[in-house]
Nanobody, 124 residues
Framework: QGHLVESGGGSVQAGGSLRLSCVGFGQNDNNLGWFRQAPGKEREAVAA???????YYADLFKDRFTISQDFAKSTLYLQMNSLKPEDTGMYYCAARLFRLVPSNWADQGLYNTWGQGTQVTVSS
């Protein structure tokens, strides 16, 4: 497994876009995800992607965020559009060995490796 490092966070006005990147996942990290922790709230799942390209999204994000991967570059992305102030938070990427399936893709306990997070702040 790799060592994950997120980047791409920052401050943006509502309606703007950001693209987060996560580098460092290993050759066996076939299942990757993005999670968010908003201020004062528990961390929640945003999206996940399997090596074969299958993607999963939380309903809150599926119309605005897009997860993608470039295994050749060992990079995971999260394209975030139409950002809202409530999207503010720390965004984490994570990897797991356990195959992503619809019933458990959002289960944080199944992810083995986590990055340190990148802060996203959306102002109104």
């Amino acid at each position: 497994q790799g060592h994950l490092v997120e980047s791409g966070g920052g401050s943006v006005q509502a309606g703007g876009s950001l693209r987060l990147s996560c580098v460092g996942f290993g050759q066996n990290d076939n299942n990757l995800g993005w999670f968010r922790q908003a201020p004062g709230k528990e961390r929640e799942a945003v999206a996940a992607i399997r090596r074969d390209g299958a993607t999963y999204y939380a309903d809150l994000f599926k119309d605005r965020f897009t997860i993608s991967q470039d295994f050749a570059k060992s990079t995971l992305y999260l394209q975030m559009n139409s950002l809202k102030p409530e999207d503010t938070g720390m965004y984490y990427c994570a990897a797991r060995l356990f195959r992503l399936v619809p019933s458990n893709w959002a289960d944080q306990g199944l992810y083995n490796t986590w990055g340190q997070g990148t802060q996203v702040t959306v102002s109104s």
